[in-house]
């Protein structure tokens, strides 16, 4: 997403109409600005994250949109923290930004801003204010100043406050910035219309008084600008053109070009879309934290997390999420996007680019009795049929090997044409296998599995032209190398977690099993130098990816996702029920 020269022959071939690039309605805008030249060509953006949280998905379609945009029109886009809450704000957090949006690669340049920079500044546009009329001290408890708001039917009534002269309330003001005064005591607040239609409008709160340190001003302030007042102004001070935020805040903008007018500042046009929401998903922060601190997940990099360190841990490419973004789009109405649909973009990259490769989840040892004791044969498997470069492999073959409990039946079901007595199967890349009985234990249950081969099938196919029904996969018991693997069901049970039942918290919702941790896997001995982050497709069970517990020697994987992609069955539905 960094600004090259390539990015900028896009920008001018976008600009002469010349691209089939697919637009919305934000770029829509910036377009017809360059046209207009309205900032003098420049596209200049931001994003502007509170630091009380890491990362999420919804986050990333707002990096994409940001960084995505300014690189297509030889722009720039800005990393700003908006740190105007030190209660909520933690160092760890502005550091797991810089790497999580980095990794999904954005790209700032040295143009990382904190709104707390702006402090003095904001205070002064504050004085500003105070002494132009447009803003008065107010002696409201925060309990109060919601009573006199009113609401969407009736007008607010106006603070006893509100006339006070603008000597008293620089006299006032100053007092609170000196610290005389608790928590909570007073407010500055703008004066504007207690009987605006809009709420916002309603004489807002700036400034609140806050004795806490900050993690970066440290106690040099005991009030603080509230985010409507800090948000529009950092923007100004940075000249970014088009300030791109989510729907929430359409109401907010009249109050933000208010302040603008007032403060004869720079007007960045404010643009509101859709915030990206995923089914049985959550995407807040907040509650993304409660689930931290009460432990219900391992932490916010746990690869269930909607987090971007959550989901690069379970393996997700940043070029999926790209992709993913680029096709959800953007739109001006708030919707509900299938899971599924983020999944199928993962498969679809993982599939080009991990390499293909045997793993027993749930061991079952088969015998092969014709085939001589203590002989290996090394056989060729390609790594990836989707990559001609990817090459191929050794996989070792002997007398003894694993394959998947499931892959066996003492007693099969109609239609189940895997492994069972008298039964012929494949060995994926191998031989011909056929059952020739078990060994049971003293429970009854099936613990290993006798077989004979086919010595003439070695490429896989046999010369007399018989067919098989099925090719199973499997590993050498005396060359597999042990491994824990962990399998993740969707962290929420049910599509909506966000709807609770009366009176219940939305944890009711979580999914009661949504790790299981199988300890006893058995991979090919390729793995064994498998590193943090190395992803590959175990053959016919899913993409895994290995974990950042993993170790040479005590391996741990993390299944990114099945392979059966239902969001392609939907797509394919879909499109017959339209075509
Ligand atoms: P949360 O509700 O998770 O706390 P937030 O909006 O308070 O989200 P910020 O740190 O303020 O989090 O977000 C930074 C930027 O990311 C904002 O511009 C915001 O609009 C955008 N953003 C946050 N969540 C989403 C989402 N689900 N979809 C799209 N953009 C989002
Ligand atoms: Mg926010």
């Not at 309330?169 to 005064?181: A, T, Y």
């Amino acid at each position: 997403m960094s600004t090259s020269t390539r990015d900028k022959e896009t920008a001018a071939a976008a600009l002469n109409g010349s691209t089939d690039r697919p637009s919305n309605f934000v770029r829509d805008i910036v377009l017809e600005d360059l046209k207009t030249n309205r900032h003098g060509g420049r596209v200049h953006t931001r994003f502007p994250p509170e630091p009380n949280g890491y990362l999420h998905i919804g986050h990333a379609k707002s990096i994409c949109l940001n960084f995505g945009l300014a690189a297509e029109f030889g722009g720039k886009t800005n990393l700003r923290f908006d740190d105007t809450n030190p209660e909520k704000e933690e160092q760890e957090y502005v550091d797991s930004i810089v790497t999580d949006a980095r990794w999904l690669g954005a790209d700032w340049g040295d143009r990382m801003f904190y709104a707390s920079d702006y402090f003095d500044q904001i205070h002064a546009w504050a004085v500003q204010l105070v002494k132009a009329g447009k803003a008065y001290v107010c002696d409201l408890s925060a309990e109060e100043v919601r009573k006199y708001r009113g609401s969407l039917t009736e007008p607010g009534i106006e603070s006893p406050y509100r006339n006070r002269s603008v000597e008293e309330n620089l006299d006032l003001f100053e007092r609170m910035r000196l610290g005389e005064f608790p928590d909570g005591s007073r407010t500055l607040r703008a004066k504007i219309d207690m009987a605006s239609p809009n709420l916002n409008m309603r004489d807002p709160v700036m400034y609140r008084i806050l004795h806490a340190e900050h993690n970066r001003t440290g106690d040099k302030w005991c009030i603080y600008p509230m985010y409507d007042f800090a948000h529009g102004q950092s923007d100004s001070l940075e000249q970014i053109t088009h300030s791109i935020c989510t729907l929430e805040f359409e109401d907010h903008r009249p109050l933000y070009n208010w302040f603008i007018q007032q403060l004869g500042i720079f007007p960045s046009q404010q643009i509101e879309f859709d915030r990206l929401n995923l089914t049985y998903t959550l995407l807040s922060k907040r509650k993304l934290l409660q689930l931290v601190q009460e432990g219900r997940v391992r932490g916010w990099d746990d690869p269930r997390m909607p987090t971007l360190s959550g989901i690069r841990r379970r393996g997700y490419t940043p070029e999926a999420i790209r992709n993913f973004c680029a096709a959800i789009g953007v739109s001006k109405t708030n919707g509900i996007i299938e899971l599924a649909m983020l999944e199928h973009f993962v498969r679809e990259d993982l599939n080009t680019r991990a390499p293909r490769v045997m793993a027993v989840l749930h061991p079952l040892r088969v015998v092969i009795d014709n085939y001589p004791e203590g002989q290996v044969e090394e056989l060729e498997a390609v790594n990836n049929p989707e990559d001609p470069n990817a090459g191929t492999r050794k996989v070792p073959f002997s007398r003894s090997l694993y394959i998947e409990q499931d892959d066996f039946r003492e007693d099969p079901p109609k239609k189940f044409f895997r492994l069972f007595p008298g039964q012929e199967v494949r060995l994926r890349g191998g031989y011909f296998i056929t059952c020739t009985g078990v060994v049971k234990n003293d429970a009854g249950e099936v613990v290993e599995v006798h077989c004979t081969y086919d010595p003439a099938t070695r490429n896989g196919n046999a010369p007399d032209g018989r067919k098989v029904k099925s090719t199973i996969h499997w590993v050498s018991a005396e060359h597999a190398i042990d491994a824990e693997v962990r399998l993740y069901e969707n962290l929420f049970a049910t599509e909506n977690p966000g709807d609770v039942p009366e009176g219940q918290d939305f944890t009711v919702n979580l999914h009661p099993n949504s790790l299981e941790i199988l300890t006893n896997a058995k991979l090919e001995p390729s793995l064994a130098g498998a590193m943090p982050g190395d992803r590959y497709q175990f053959e016919r069970l899913g993409y895994f990816c290995a974990d950042l517990d993993s170790k040479p020697g005590a391996l741990v994987f993390n299944r990114t996702v099945p392979l059966r992609d239902t969001w392609a069955k939907i797509e394919k539905r879909e499109k017959g029920k339209s075509g």
